[in-house]
């Protein structure tokens, strides 16, 4: 019983570190070397950094047209534009789930790394 208890501490302990060191909301670089563009394909939040748990910079409505400036991948493995609202200043951190398939049918949002 003793060992049970110890692994499911050790677990408990290990995962909240890791999922904590794995969200950095602040701090990525970003550059637009991508030419790029597409329609959201829902209402999703645009993020301050590429995390779901990052903060929201704004909402975007399903079919506004976005700019792609260049791509990260995060700590988990998914792929994240940093794009701009056409017709505004509005730039941050979208999920590639959330753009429409380029013209290679794999590959989502911007084709150049950040």
């Known amino acids: 019983m003793l060992m049970a208890t110890g692994i499911a501490v050790a677990s408990g302990v290990a995962g909240a570190t890791a999922s904590q060191a794995a969200v950095t909301c602040s701090g990525w670089s970003w550059s637009n070397p991508d030419a790029g563009s597409g329609r959201s394909l829902g209402t999703y939040n645009l993020k ?12 975007i409505s399903s079919g506004t047209l976005l700019y792609y400036h260049c791509y990260v991948y995060n700590d988990y493995g998914n792929s994240w534009t940093h794009l701009r609202i056409s017709g505004t200043d509005t730039q941050g951190w979208y999920s590639d789930d959330n753009l429409p398939l380029n013209s290679d049918g794999i590959s989502r949002g911007a084709i150049n790394p950040c």
């Open 48 to 59: 301050v950094g590429p995390y779901s748990a990052c903060g929201n910079v704004t909402q």
